[in-house]
Each structure stands twice: as C-alpha cells, then as structure tokens.
C-alpha cells in the first residue's frame, strides 16, 4: 500500500454566523494515498468542499474558523505552516479546480493570460516561455486551436471549455495533488464524461494523487479509489469504492445508493432519504443520521458513534456495528 | 451568428467591444467632438490671442463686438475671447482634477472597505457616511470664505477649490466601490487566484480593480461635469476662482450688476459655454455607461 499524501487528523472547521456556531467540518479524519483517487460524498452542506478548502487554507476566516484538528501533507502539517508556504504551495503542489467554470475565470483577462499568471509566479517562466507552455496546455486539455483559445476572453467560451481551461490553469504546475470540487457538477452529462476523462488521464501522466469532491455517486464509481462518505461534517463510512458499493454498511450509504436511478429497472417512486440534513448550528449528542435513519434505535439517540472497521480499510460510524451497544 | 464569423473577425477584447458600442452612440460621439472643441479652444486658443487676460484697458471698456475684439470687451476694457478661453482652461482643470482627487480617495475607501470588510469596512463606511451627510454648498462655502479670509492669493485659489470640491465629493464613489468590490470578492475566480498562490496585493490589482474600472470610469467623467458646475456656482457666488483671474462661473457674475444686463456678450458666452460643456460631459458619461455595461443602462443616481 502507498504512502498517504494527506492525512486529515480529526479536522474541525466552524463559522461564525449571527444565528450560531456553524460546525461545518466536525471531527473529520481520513486519508489519502498517494496517487489514488479519493471521492468524498455527501449530500448538499455536509461539509465536503469545507473539508477541501480547508487544505488549501482557503477558509474565510472570519467567520470561518479552523477550530482544531490537523491536516498532515507530506507529514507536514499545513495548519501550521505560514502564509507564504501556504501561497508557494498553492497552484504548485496542491491545486484546486473549482465547481463554476462560468465565474472561476476572471472576467477580464485573455484565459492564457490567466494560465500563464501562475506559471510565471511558480515556476519562474519568461513571459514567452509561460505563453508557449499555456498553450501547449490548452492543446493538452484537448482544446484544438490552442493558440487562438489563448487569445480568448472567458465569455467567448463554452461551460465545458472553461473547465478545460481550469483544469489547465490547475495542472499547469505539474501538481501533486489535484483538489476538485464538483469539477462538473455545472456541466451537462457528455462534457461531464470528457472532464472526468481529462481528469484521469492526466492524473495517470503526471502521477498525480486527486480529491474529488462531488455527489453524484456515477462519479463516484468511475473514478474513485476509496470512498469517504460525509453526513453533517462528518465521515459517516469510508472505505474502498468496491466495499462502499457491493457492501455498504451504514444505513446513510445504503440510502444514497438506493437514490441513484438504475437502468433497466423501472421504478414507479425513485427513492429518496427521508427529511433533510440536519442544522450544522445546533447539533445533538446522537447519530446524526437517526432522525432520518429507518434502522434507528434507542441506543443510536445517545452519543455520535465511533469509527469501527468492518472490513480491510472498510470503516463506519453506526450503533448497529459498535457491537453488544446496539443490541436493545 | 455563427462561430466562424466570429473568429474570422479575430477575437475582440471587451474593451474593443465596449468602444464600438460607443462609437454607434450618437449623442456620446457628438460630446465627445464637442468637448474636443471646446478643449482645444480653452488650451490651445490663448496661444493665438494678441491680448493678456489681466491686461486693462479703462478707455476701451465695454465695447461691444467689433473685429479687434470678436466677443467686446468687459467693464475692465479686457478681451472677453482671450477671458472665456483662459477661464475655461481654470474651469476644465477644475473638473479633471478635482474628479481626480474624488477617483483616488473613492477608490481607495471603496476598495480597502469592499475588500477587507469585517471592522474596517465599518469604520471606513460610518466615516463616508459622515462625509456624505454635510451638506456641500454650505460646506464648500464656508469653507471658501474662510479662504478669502486667510488672504490666500487669487492665483491659488483654484488649487484650494479643487482640493475643496474634491474632499467633499468622494463619498458617493467610494460606496459606489465599495458595492462592486464586495460582489467582486465572493467570486469563484477570487477564490480561484487564492487558491493558484497569488499574492494579496496582485489580487487586489491585477485581479479585482481591472473589474472595477469601467464603473469608476462612467463615475469620474460624469463627475468632471458635476465639479465644472460646482466651480462656475462657488465662482459666481464670488467665493470660486477670484478675479482678475477669470473661470466661467466669475465671468457670468457680471450680471450681479444689473447695468450689465444690457451687454450680453460679456455674460452670455461663459454661460452657453458651461452648459455646452457640461452637456457634453453629461453624453460622453452616458454613452460610456451604456457601452460599457449594457445590463446598467440608466441606473440610479
């Protein structure tokens, strides 16, 4: 087994808002091994981009606030690491491609300008030499024209080229990380399959390690190595996409899956978990997941359970594998 | 409209874009001919007199039109021409540079208080906010006659009036800014330069204000009119621009003496000049508005 490149060690991150404390990233702890793909699922305001930008120390802070926890890069923890490390870090090792490529680019500025900007800064590239490897990045993300492209304006783009053209901007520096957030949750199904594709590929060319941040468990199958599945801040299961799929064990995994249309078998009601996630304001000493869980017992109503492993590498957070605890 | 044709043409930058929908603009094409005009007559015109502005002449006083002097002369026997163009050079400079102080000290506030927000948004906003609520013309006025009283010398005056106008003008720009700046910085690609290792300060320049500016450019050269009028209004109240040096709001001033009433060419040119000037501004402004942003056509203020 590879080394971990990441390694989130019980990870708190909160924000302060008027109505609360907001405890987005709640005790996550996982890792990630170098040059696998690792998919981190939720529904919407589980905390997975949280989780993501506060790797890349991206956190606003205020309101937000990294509480406790640490993050271990390399061995390195990045909490404590300065500004400026952070900032030669970002965009050179660890890189990041965002949900909206329609307001990820700058308005204003030609997209190989754009490309270009961080090659200067990282790998201190002349003007030309930075030109001429943004475009042969652009050709590289398979956008044909390169040189034209270069010259383009974000507006004059497609949706699917501008996630190419981040994807470039992300790659550019030959990272050794790749963080993705939803990188084609704003993309329709074809384009999807090309970024997903793109994304692969070139983590296989330059031996990259990816995080893939989405909710869309199609995603999940294709591309992940190992699955953490997140529930108000939380890694509710984790473990390879083979277990998480054949044999998911927590009720909250089980209802994802079961949410996810499959072809061929017509349903007349398309499943769906019942309620809504939680308020991350006021969270209660009990399994997240028990009021909406329909294997939920009394035992699930106190305490938030521990990991515990069911399998090789296959670990989840429910009463009903604590053993003799769930047995009421 | 087809992809071709859009690429056979080559790729146009925004700003490209923005010019040619201000060069089908009409009245904006025509303000900007106008104001050209009336530029190279305030600058370039005193060049081609054969008079000096504070030369007086008693005997030749208040002399209609004639071919020695094309516009009379006025209750001092000065050339009224060689006034109006040296005292739209005063009023134009008063505009520009006053619009000038208004762009820095807006931008600045605005900016630093969009971007940093939090306490020092607070701060930076209740002190503009403060700043917007004096009221200008009493202001301005007190402000003028404590001048006239520290016996500041006419020829500096203007400096003064600038520095005045300017001061008390910037608030509107700077929560203009201020606005814009905060919707700027929740954007993805804000985030996204975080999260490639720009530095804070390349952000804020290279990244946020090259959003900002066509905002604070339709602003500025609406503002250049506004200020041109508030010189001509603080100059005829005499507490401007003093004489003998002229600017247009002094030269329509004349008027104060009825008698005068009867010689209109000393007080009706400065004054068809100002408002051809101000107009004129006025459509450049707008026609850059609406070329630059067509979604903020018309809006506001």
Known sequence: ????????????????????????????????????????????????????????????????????GEILYKGKNLLHEDEDSIRAMSGNEISMIFQEPMTSLNPVFRVGDQIAETLILHNRLSKREAHA??????????????????????????????????????????????????????????????????????????????????????????????VVVLYGGRVMEEGPVHAIFKHPRHPYTVGLLRSKPVMGRRQDKLYAIPGQVPSLIDLPDSCYFSFRCDKCMNSCRSGFPPLVEVGREHRVACRLYTGGGGAS | MNGMTKYDKGIQTPWQLAMRRFRRNRPAMLGLIVLGLVMAFCFLGPMLSPYEILQTNIRNAKKPPSTEHWLGTDVAGRDVLLRLMEGG?????????????????????????????????????????????????????ILASVMSDMGIKPQHRIYYLMVIIGMLSWPQLARLIRGQVLTLREREFMLAAEALGISDSRRILRHLLPNVIPL??????????????????????????????????????????????????????????????????????????????????????
């Not at chain 1, 060319?205 to 190992?226: C, F, N, P, Q």
């Not at chain 2, 403060?130 to 006025?141: K, Q, R, V």
């Open chain 2, 216 to 301: 604070v450019m339709v602003d500025a050269t609406l503002s250049i009119g506004g200020s041109i009028l508030s010189e001509s209004a603080m100059s005829f109240l005499g507490l401007g621009v003093a004489p003998p040096y002229p600017s247009w709001g002094n030269m329509v001033d004349v008027i104060s003496d009825l008698s005068n009433l009867r010689r209109p060419w000393i007080w009706v040119p400065p004054g068809v000049m100002i408002v051809l000037t101000v107009m004129a501004v006025y459509a450049v402004g707008n026609g850059l508005r609406d070329a630059l942003d067509p979604k903020m056509m018309r809006q506001g203020s």
């Open chain 2, 89 to 141: 050079k005063i009023s134009l400079m008063v505009g520009i540079f006053t619009t000038l102080i208004q762009v820095i000290m807006g931008t600045l506030i605005g900016g630093v208080s969009g971007y940093y927000g939090g306490r020092i948004d607070g701060l930076l906003m209740r002190f503009t906010d403060i700043c917007m609520s004096l009221p200008f013309m009493p202001i301005a006025l």
């Open chain 1, 133 to 226: 490897r943004a475009v042969e990045l652009i050709r590289l993300v398979d956008i044909p024209r390169a040189e034209e492209i270069y010259k383009a304006y974000p507006h004059q783009l497609s949706g699917g080229m501008r996630q190419r053209i981040m994807t470039a901007m992300a790659l550019s520096c030959s990272p050794r990380l790749l963080i993705a957030d939803e990188p084609t949750t704003a993309l329709d199904v074809t384009i999807q399959a090309q970024i997903l594709e793109l994304i692969r590929q070139m983590k296989r060319r330059l031996g990259m390690t990816v995080m893939l941040i989405t909710h869309d468990l199609g995603v999940v199958a294709e591309m992940a190595d190992y």
């Open chain 1, 1 to 68: 087994m590879a080394e971990a490149l990441v390694e989130y060690k019980n990870l708190h991150t909160y924000f302060e808002t008027d109505r609360g404390v907001v405890k987005a990233v709640n005790g996550v702890s996982f890792r990630v091994r170098e040059r696998e793909t690792v998919c981190v699922v939720g529904e919407s305001g589980c905390g997975k981009s949280v989780t993501a930008l506060s790797l890349m120390r991206l956190i606003q802070s205020p309101p937000g606030k990294i509480v406790r």
